[in-house]
């Protein structure tokens, strides 16, 4: 497909607007996309798993799986974890196998939400037994950091109750700070912990960790090693996103994101599917963020249930590079300018005309110049990988898919 003269065209007019393409180009290549490990595994709702012919089974086969996703996006050199789903004896050689494959082992995210102990919280819970469990189980996932060298620990909590008076708000509050605070301990040196929060479920009438504000607050009770966990599917509807993004930015306590996009809520939909301009709101934010955006985690958080695993996979990190492609060529100039001078319209409409450019040429370029097929979803559908898995790995429901 020729798509030199469109390319041309637009990095013509790109310049004309006095932005550097060799500037765009750059960040575009050096842009870095965490995939998950769960992605790779049969996950689903609460109602069914659809089990697919080639989902992952365990660790490998999903670094496998991640390696192949990078192998065509080139921006996913990294797989979050999950403990214990992806649990081995030894994580030496699990970083080692990664390595080969071309992959570092990225986030750590501890599980408080499966074990039937945790019915009534983990490190929220009533019984003091039952936090020292959950506490034995953090210390396990710093302890692996340290062994896969990962800088990341992503917390989420499902801890919440279903009924006013069921246990008391405030204590479990405590209990959640003194939890954290105890985290840091155990975080290895460098290390950030990033505190993710969730308006409901699976708890329906409140969760200990419901907004953003409760996890910023954290962050301050833990230190300079924790930050906030933007999850874009976990907000009410309405929410504006890139407004907390924007002021978690500025205080320099937003950690990084899971990225997937909601139609009603935890809905775990690809990431920029129906949601392609808040998702570019966001990354505007980030764009203007300049250096206070530099250590933001860019993580996917997805487990499909009848979406092809692989195919689903690639589409949210193509959505997140388009994201951040039209992000990139906005005139921010002209809209500062514009913004003084009060002119609404005017403002908003240098933000619809990035958003309305066509950036596929210049992906197409990108990508030509990082050696990559231009077109990496036809690459996907072009060749064997999916059913060279699906032949090897069968069907199953195993240890490593979200549910079990
Ligand atoms: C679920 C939770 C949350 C968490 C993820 C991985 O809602 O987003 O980060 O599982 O544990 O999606
Ligand atoms: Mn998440
Ligand atoms: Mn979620």
Partial sequence: MDFKADYDRLAEKLTAKGISVDDVKAKLKAQHIETPSWGYGNGGTRFKVFAWEGAARNIYEKIDDAAYIHKLSGIAPSIAIHIPWDKVDDYDGLGEYAKSKGIAIGAVNPNFFQDDQYKLGSLTNPSPAIREEAMGHMIECCEIMGKTGSKLLSLWFADGTNYAG?????????????????????????????????????????????????????????????????????????????????????????GGFHFNARRYADDDLIVGTNNPYELFEIYSELVQAGDKADDVAYMIDQSHNIEPKLEAMLLSVLNCQTAYARALIVDYKKLADLQLAGDVLGAQQVMVDAFDTDIRPLLMQVRTEKGLDPNPLAAYRADEYVKKVAKERGITISAGSALQ
């Fill in 166 to 254: 069921q246990d008391s708000i405030r204590e479990r509050k405590h209990r959640l700070e003194q939890g954290l605070m105890e985290t840091t301990k155990y975080l290895p040196a460098g290390s950030r912990m990033l505190i993710e929060y969730k308006f409901f479920e699976p708890a329906f009438y409140h969760t200990d960790l419901a907004d953003w504000g409760m996890a910023y607050a954290m962050a301050l009770k833990c230190g300079a090693q924790a930050q906030v966990l933007v999850d874009t599917g976990h907000h009410a509807q309405g929410t504006n996103i890139a407004h907390i993004v924007s002021f978690l930015l500025d205080e320099r306590r937003l």
